[in-house]
């Protein structure tokens, strides 16, 4: 499941002209990354520069955050601005849940919140107990053990709360998914109040009221909130509501700001409104352990507001580490104490708990991609084709395996799912996983929720856990949805620039119109710009482990230079001589100096760089040693003036340029039809010979030694775009033929079996009476069967389903269909058998020769093994305990009975005890068939994997019925039930609608 991360980077994801598949020349290894690099609207542009005052810079920023219009300028540098409706109007349950709150206030009820034990649920939970004290609430609080008993509120929680006298639960963060504990806290006359921001589940808690934002339209300001958010709003309205928000609105703000950014909330709409406020108010806190965390964190002597930054890695791993490995009490205790004294000791503490969280993450991570490395050299793991990671280990820390989860997905691009074993025995699995944008990771846990013990989430990041045993079936379905999700293309962590500059452009008056985009963070990330081909001219590894790079860059026509620092980036050490990077722009203040510095977050070879005015007056005729150009001097080249023609008689792509022609001949197309070596010629002879990957190019005139070149030169690097934009065009042209090729012959394919089914369906006989006696004679030739029975086999099917059938399967379910009326007295075993045939053609015998097939193709001795051993047996009764572990089955009495029981006619009945298989089955073997069913093309595969229980209910039904109508006479109750099962009735439909007629 890991590609090679030592493989050099390639530009193939940026967009322009620039050379798309560079290999480093010196240096070693460079990050795997896929730029993103923006598409400008300079009309745009402009307009926002006239409308702010701001650079074209700052104004190409603006517009890659979606804003394009003086109003929308306006509220996003202004967050004040922002008009916010009444948090009562929009959401509907705030109303019952103040009421709730007065009352018990009044009544003088115990309240106990319920919170969870990351930095959001903390904050939330010191947020409303600050609140409600001052409010003169008798309140308490619960948080669940994060190693023992996971997340939310559980039914421990509950029980506890009710000994105690508890007459109201509030939730923080939590308890949108807790069904089961909230109806049993409603069960024992408690009150529930549920506030939280996770994804709405298919059914709502019965609580009294719930807050939730995802429960809001999608233009709410407010839908974006954190749990703290919610918490916030509840807080300060029920302050309002009592009129008594002196001395209260201030403290909650700043917690407020501390559980927003460390949960990674999007700072838009209110959030960023309300952020803004408390940065401002943080170097000043009212919250004494909110001032000593702050001091130890080393940021005391901040004479102006805190970033998002600041929050986001320094105070909030401190507040989360506890929650990680130690008791969240103590980050309550820190954010509720008036004690000076106690609010230092618990930051201290706090500082303590994060250096060993520090520790077992660099420990785990070194772990982890020692492992993953192993595992890819050894050929186990292949990240193309699985497109996702999954690795369990034993003995890792599970409370901060989600942070290594998110620097693996820094590092191999691709989803990560990361557990270890709960208990001694290695019987549980449990984790965390982290996404990319484009994989959805709550979708994809809810494709394994059958073998799942619990999980939740959302898009980008989730926990779960599961039995050892499912390990195989779960990484299976994990990486079916990879795959049906993530494209090769996907496969390398993606940097989002908003802007090309220059190092000259990066002046401290920029950084401080850069700080009207603040605050950044979620959904509005610092700006990041990129600037072509910086020479580096000093490089050394810093920081206690070394895994720091410290850079010194200067840009080529300008002879600007600038420090730059890498984090975590000592692996790549020492980078190559040119480089293209992409950075955020920060300040760096030492010892009383504040100087600009480029924090790096993307770097790949060095691509030609953009030209200035000044490269273009100096470029007319002449090489980089001042000689005459071979080649003719030409004008620099817009996408326009590239027209690549088509073949003629020589090899490569002619293609015109500012009105000369000129022919480009691949030599190493790259990946994904990228080409970075490749020659172009023109009709005097001369050849310019082009080496992206080495960043070379040499000219070769008609007689003469080839001689080095300087590709950067303006009239070489524009015909190099022109030639490799050509070869990229055609390729494209290409692959758009052989797709045209690839559909036409797929419609040919379609006309010749509708001609055949055409042809069929005239060979067909004319209806004919026959009697049962006749159709018992037909037997198993089903070719020359009556169709009398079609329109009501293909009414009882549908049109749809019964289109899917093959010709002999029809005829099958025709034979299947008495042409009698119904006679309690009849024997309807050949009939019945008749159905079973056609379930047998249209289920097992696809599902045997898929599976024969796919073990063939992959090798995998263990499931060729399996396929041979089902292929022997070809019975339907080895398909129930391959698909589930129990299963709905008819009782014996059922089976022997002529007429319909009164009693239960079914009973469980679990794999082990199933007399139909002839041979044992086990988890792994189940995991080998859900393997093969996650790829195999079938309609029958999505059903047998989503439905397993009922699949295996209904073919080991089929065949109990079938060895009745194969041992004696079959009673009329037992055929109607097995056409039921087969074709359906009513709105129950059968196992060939389930199959057939499922959407898609």
């Not at 310019?688 to 990957?693: I, T």
Request: glycine share 8%.
């Amino acid at each position: 499941m890991v590609q090679d991360s030592s493989n050099p980077i390639g530009a193939g994801e940026t967009e322009g002209l620039a050379p798309k598949s560079w290999v480093s020349s010196g240096g070693g290894r460079l990050p795997r990354q896929r730029w993103r690099l923006p598409v400008s609207d300079p009309a745009l542009v402009s307009q926002l520069v006239e409308i702010t005052g701001l650079s074209p810079l700052v104004a190409q920023v603006l517009s890659q955050r979606g804003v394009v219009s003086a109003h929308q300028a306006t509220e996003f540098l202004n967050p004040e601005a922002l008009r916010l409706p009444s948090p009562l109007a929009e959401f509907p349950d705030l109303e019952v849940g103040l009421e709730l709150l007065k009352d018990a206030i009044a009544t003088q009820t115990d309240i106990a919140i319920c919170g969870d034990y990351d930095a959001d649920g903390m904050t939330s939970t010191a947020l409303l107990l600050r609140a409600l004290r001052l409010l003169g609430a008798r309140v308490s609080y619960s948080i669940p053990s994060r190693m023992g008993e996971g997340y939310g509120i559980n039914q421990r929680i509950v029980e506890d709360c009710h000994r105690a006298g508890v007459g109201l639960i509030l939730t923080v963060d939590n308890g949108i998914a807790a069904r089961d504990p909230i109806t049993r806290a409603r069960e024992l006359g408690l009150a529930v109040i549920v506030t939280d921001h996770h994804d709405i589940p298919p059914q709502l808690p019965p609580a009294n009221a719930i807050l939730n934002p995802k429960l809001l339209p999608q233009g709410s300001p407010y839908r974006g909130m954190a749990g703290v958010g919610v918490a916030y709003i509840l807080a300060v309205c029920l302050a309002q509501a009592l009129h008594q928000t002196q001395d209260l609105t201030a403290p909650l703000l700043e917690l407020f700001t501390l559980g927003t950014i460390a949960d990674l909330a999007p700072l838009t709409g209110v959030n960023r409104r309300w952020v803004r406020r408390g940065l401002s108010l943080l170097p000043r806190s009212r919250i004494l352990g909110v001032q000593a965390l702050i001091e130890v964190a080393g940021l005391a002597d901040q004479n102006k507001p805190l970033k998002p930054e600041h929050i986001g890695f320094r105070l909030g791993p401190r507040i989360n580490a506890v929650g990680r490995l130690s008791d969240p009490e103590i980050v309550i205790d820190l954010l509720t104490t008036d004690d000076v004294g106690r609010a230092l000791e618990r930051a201290m503490q706090c500082e303590q708990i994060n250096t060993r969280r520090q520790e077992l993450c660099q420990q785990i991570e070194q772990e982890a991609i020692a492992w993953c490395e192993h595992q890819q050299h050894q050929g186990h793991l292949d990240l193309g084709a699985e497109r996702l990671l999954l690795v369990v280990q034993p003995q890792w820390h599970h409370g901060v395996i989600g942070i290594v989860a998110s620097r693996l997905v820094e590092r191999y691009g691709v989803p990560v799912f990361i557990g270890t074993y709960e208990d001694e025995d290695q019987k549980m699995v449990r984790g965390s996983a982290r996404g990319v944008p484009e994989f959805d990771v709550f979708a994809a846990l809810e494709t394994c929720s059958d073998l799942l013990e619990k999980f939740g989430g959302h898009r980008a990041a989730g926990g779960f856990s599961f039995a050892t045993k499912h390990l195989r079936q779960v990484q299976s379905r994990l990486v079916n949805y990879a795959c049906q999700h993530l494209t090769p293309d996907l496969l390398k962590p993606v940097v989002c620039i908003d802007a090309q500059a220059s190092l000259r452009d990066l002046t401290p008056g920029l950084y401080e119109q850069i700080d009207h985009l603040h605050p950044c963070g979620i959904e509005n990330p610092d700006p990041v710009f990129w600037t072509p081909a910086l020479e580096v001219i000093d490089q050394q590894l810093v920081g206690r482990q070394q895994d720091h790079l410290k850079l010194e860059l200067r840009e080529l026509d300008s002879h600007t230079t600038l420090k730059a620092i890498a984090w975590r980036w000592g692996e790549y050490y020492p980078l190559p001589a040119t480089i293209d990077v992409a950075y955020k722009l920060k300040q760096n203040e030492w010892q009383g100096a504040t100087t600009l510095e480029l924090e790096l977050v993307g770097v790949r070879p060095a691509s030609c760089p953009s030209l200035t005015p000044r490269a273009r007056e100096g470029a007319a005729g002449q090489t980089s040693d001042g000689s005459p150009s071979a080649l003719p001097p030409l004008p620099l080249a817009t996408p326009e003036s590239v027209h690549p023609g088509a073949q003629s008689d020589g090899p490569g792509v002619a293609f015109a340029y500012s009105q000369r022609p000129y022919r480009v001949s691949p030599i190493s197309p790259g990946d994904e039809g990228q080409f970075s070596q490749f020659t172009i010629s023109n009709s005097e002879g001369q050849t310019l010979e082009v080496d992206l990957s080495q960043g070379q190019a040499a000219l070769c005139l008609p007689g003469q030694s080839p001689r080095s070149v300087n590709l950067h030169e303006p009239h070489y690097l524009n015909l190099i775009q022109a030639g490799q934009r050509a070869l990229e065009l055609q390729h494209l042209h290409q692959l758009l033929a052989a797709r045209e090729s690839q559909l036409a012959e797929r419609d040919r394919q379609i006309q010749t079996l509708q001609t055949r089914i055409a042809a069929l369906e005239r060979q067909l006989p004319s209806p004919a009476p026959a009697d049962t006696a006749a159709l018992k004679e037909l037997g198993d030739r089903p070719e020359a069967l009556a169709d009398s029975p079609q329109p009501q086999v293909r009414q009882a099917l549908g049109e749809g389903v019964w289109a899917c059938l093959a010709a002999t399967t029809q005829a099958h379910l025709c034979h299947g269909w008495p042409q009698q009326p119904a006679a309690a007295e009849a024997d309807y075993s050949d009939p019945a058998q008749s159905l079973v045939r056609a379930v047998v053609e249209e289920i097992l015998q696809p599902l045997l020769g898929g599976l024969q097939d796919y073990a063939k193709s992959s090798g995998d001795s263990a499931l060729e093994a399996l396929a041979t051993n089902l292929h022997q047996r070809h019975s339907l009764a080895s398909l129930p305990p391959l698909l589930s572990e129990s299963w709905q089955g008819l009782t014996l009495k059922a089976l022997a009975a002529v007429a319909k029981p009164r009693g239960a006619l079914r009973q469980t009945i679990t794999a082990t005890a199933w007399e139909g298989g002839a041979n044992p089955v086990d988890d792994s073997d189940r995991g080998l068939l859900d393997e093969f069913l996650q790829g195999w093309d079938h309609p029958m595969a999505a059903w047998l994997t989503s439905a397993q229980a009922e699949a295996a209910t209904y073919l080991a039904q089929i065949y109990q019925l079938d060895q009745v109508a194969r041992s004696q006479p079959m009673p009329l109750w037992q055929y109607q039930l097995l056409q039921q099962l087969v074709l359906g009735e009513g709105r129950r439909p059968g196992i060939l609608p389930k199959v057939f007629g499922r959407p898609g």
